[in-house]
């Protein structure tokens, strides 16, 4: 049982978004941009009240992501890019995107703060950025 509802059709757009934003980062990579995915349609705050399905997360206009304006995005994910999706579907994080509902690639260092949300962490060329618990209580949420 995922911590998200998510149809096979779910879990191969995750799967094909995950790849598209960070293949270049690997395996680990892709995981965490899965994370902060899976973050937003379970966080029901800030920017993501009205997310209820990975499809939502995924297209959300504005606040999507990128990847999703690109041909790559649209081809087929292969087994490796289903596997991690389902992975962060069912529950697994990873630091630094646990929590985070953000990130992007800055050119240089991680600015500290990026729309008001604090830095927790970089991996390879992807900063990211998590909540107070205070003001998205909804990530914090166990499982």
Request: charged share 25%; aromatic share 14%.
């Amino acid at each position: 049982m995922g911590v998200i509802q998510a149809t096979e059709e779910d879990v191969e757009l995750l799967a094909r978004l995950i790849r598209a934003e960070a293949e270049g980062e690997g395996d680990l990579g892709m995981l965490m941009v899965g994370n902060v995915g899976v973050n937003r349609v379970r966080s029901n705050c800030l920017d993501f009240t009205q997310l209820r399905t990975v499809s939502d997360m995924v297209f959300q206009s504005p606040g999507g992501f990128e990847a999703t304006q690109k041909g790559y995005f649209y081809k087929r994910a292969r087994p490796i890019d289903i596997r991690l999706a389902r992975e962060v579907i069912n529950g697994k994080r990873y630091h630094p995107a646990s929590y985070s509902l953000w990130f992007f690639k800055p050119a240089a260092d991680c600015p500290a703060q990026w729309f008001d949300q604090w830095n927790v962490g970089r991996y390879k060329s992807h900063c990211f950025y998590q909540p107070t618990e205070s003001d998205c209580a909804g990530v914090y949420n166990t499982f």
